[in-house]
């Protein structure tokens, strides 16, 4: 039953997710059609055969049988279907067509802005350690900060030449560059000192990995149901102060010695309030790592606003969001991050189920986040993308004649293909990650 729920809710959440973008995509295109005097003949919520809707003026505004977004058609916007009409599509000039098509990414920034801001307005709980200075707390055995030598105390200033001012600084520039040598430069008892380090990529989502992280305290934040440390009587709260009579003062030592003894009883010295209480407990053997079901309590911060800071607030989400998709992009091109990183429609749905039951402001962030990647997406020079149509209108502007209709024609074809074949792959790349080890070793482009 938990299982039929779960597949139900990704697929709702995601159908929610894309229903909303899409359609206050197609909106851009349409209202901006309408101040222009351009007909529009369909308005509609989901593809595929009419279900209802009613006509009101020349557009027929309805909803459809598939939940998959949804479409504006346009009178005259295909060459064949053209009759020379004044309210046609293409009987508008080139920077009119320009304009309807940068419409619909413009909508969806703005929904980005309007959604981060109500999120702000509630209230977004995020981990305090993450604008925090970039001190180092752990060092992670045999890991790559490790072996180049960081420490602990060092405190992170610059990545790859930039300088880094917050753990978010730093995890965003690490997470996003796996398997590569970066420089970094570290302030060590007041001598800056540079670091060659060569990242990992961790999880199926080949995330890079340094192996440093602040220093998180050993207090239990929460304990799962049914997991060893709930057998052995371990609540929220408790503190672990030693393992096998070793002493303990951070959470990441206590990750690293239970990950190391899958199936081996360990002496855990716990502090609850004023009380020291000794519990033994046998992680649980998974595919080699031990584990017994605890997560660290870390502090955190509310950041809540009024109306007018919330919409600055949004406004500059957006900015650092749009930075990073732009170096994501980039480093795809130069081949810095591997494909098999990116994300199809199972991944979103799974994410967008699991952020749902988080709360309403994480769920509208999320939704923001979404709606910014696919208006940004949305403007890149391809064929079939607005984008695509904005840079071809471009070129007929600046040669002042429209290109032959065959050259359109084999253009939109390619961009058509190359479409398909990308959304072939993700799909294909997010059914992968769910395969068992013994078969996912063997997919070619993630080894």
């Known amino acids: ?88 599509f293409l009987s508008h000039p080139r920077w009119q067509r320009i304009f309807v098509y940068a419409m619909g990414p413009v909508m969806n920034v703005i929904l980005a802005v309007g959604l981060f801001s109500i999120a702000y307005m509630i209230g977004v709980e995020e981990p305090a350690y993450r604008e925090q200075p970039p001190l180092i707390g752990y060092v992670e055995k045999d890991s790559p900060a490790q072996k180049a030598g960081m420490r602990i105390g060092d405190l992170v200033v610059e990545i790859e030449g930039r300088k880094v001012a917050t753990w978010n600084d730093v995890e965003m520039a690490i997470s996003t560059s796996p398997d590569k040598e970066m420089g970094i430069a570290v302030e060590r008892e007041h001598t800056r000192v540079p670091v060659s380090i060569v990242t990992t990529s961790k999880t199926r989502y080949s995330i890079g990995y340094a192996g440093f992280t602040p220093r998180f305290p050993t207090r239990i934040q929460s304990v799962s149901n049914g997991m060893p440390a709930d057998r052995a009587g371990l609540q929220k709260g408790d503190v672990i102060v030693s393992i096998d009579s070793r002493p303990v003062t951070t959470f990441q030592e206590v990750s690293a010695l239970i990950r190391a003894h899958p199936g081996i009883e360990m002496a855990f010295g716990i502090r609850r309030g004023a009380d020291l209480l000794e519990k033994r407990i046998t992680p649980k053997n998974e595919k080699g790592i031990g584990v017994i079901g605890i997560s660290p309590a870390q502090d955190t911060v509310m950041r809540s606003y009024p109306f007018p800071r919330a919409i600055g607030e949004g406004g500059k989400q957006c900015w650092e969001l749009s930075t990073l998709v732009f170096q994501v992009l980039r480093k795809y091109f130069q081949r810095e991050m591997p494909i098999s990183n990116l994300s199809g429609p199972l991944d979103i749905a799974a994410i967008s189920y699991s952020i749902a039951r988080t709360g309403l402001s994480e769920f509208l962030s999320f939704l923001a986040a979404i709606s910014l990647q696919l208006g940004i997406i949305n403007l890149l020079p391809i064929p079939v993308l607005d984008g695509g149509h904005i840079f071809l209108l471009g070129i007929e502007s600046a040669a002042r004649r429209d290109l032959s209709l065959r050259i359109k024609e084999r253009i939109l074809q390619f961009g058509f293909a190359l479409i398909i074949l990308l959304m072939g792959f993700v799909l294909i790349n997010d059914i992968v990650k769910f395969l068992p080890e013994s078969l996912y070793k063997y997919v070619p482009w993630h080894n």
Do not use: C
């Open 1 to 88: 039953m938990d299982r039929i729920e779960q597949v139900f809710g990704m697929a709702l959440s995601f159908l929610v997710v894309l229903t909303i973008v899409v359609v206050i995509h197609e909106l851009g295109h349409f209202i901006t059609a309408k101040l222009l005097k351009i007909r529009a003949e369909v308005f509609s919520m989901g593809f595929g055969k009419r279900i209802f809707g009613f006509k009101w003026g020349d557009t027929d505004y309805r909803l459809s049988a598939i939940p998959l977004g949804g479409y504006v058609r346009l009178s005259g916007e295909q060459n064949e279907d053209a009759k020379g009409q004044p309210d046609e």
